[in-house]
């Protein structure tokens, strides 16, 4: 089972999710992300992705972390069993970049810098880890949710 997310840069919400879900190391499970303005903002998003990686080494997943954000393209999202969108804005945007399959889910996760996460912010890293609490609990529900289904891509009965 391949199973993708998506967000704008793949350097915060997307890149956490697949290493979070990596990191559970379920069998035959396939976890990739991608971003919708990654290459548009490599260069100016480096450092986010900097800080989320040690963000993520934080929490003792340093080894299930990428070595750089992608850029979604309908090749990276062909085949995929399940895709999973961070929030409405990146749904609108990815949907102007490749065809989604009809069964793509939206959660809310909103980024820095939008929405109710729009005012200025005095520790980004308290904002990294409320998102971070976000989004590993929303994999822990969909897991559960999804595990018989994950157990049936992978043969398990």
Known sequence: MIIHFICRG?????L?????????ELPNVIVISSGVVTDANRDSDRPFFENTLRLLASHGLKKYIKDNPEQLTQLRIDNNDMVI????????EAKEIVKLPKTTMVWDI?????????????NGREVEEVIYD?????IDKFVQKYLKKIRIFSGQH
Do not use: P
């Open 134 to 138: 976000e989004i590993t609990n929303e």
């Open 10 to 14: 793949n350097v915060l919400r997307s």
């Open 85 to 92: 969108v961070m929030n409405d804005r990146a749904f609108s």
């Open 110 to 122: 909103t980024d820095i810098g939008e929405g109710k996460r729009t005012s200025r912010i005095e």
């Open 16 to 24: 956490i999710a697949e290493t979070y879900l990596k990191s559970l």
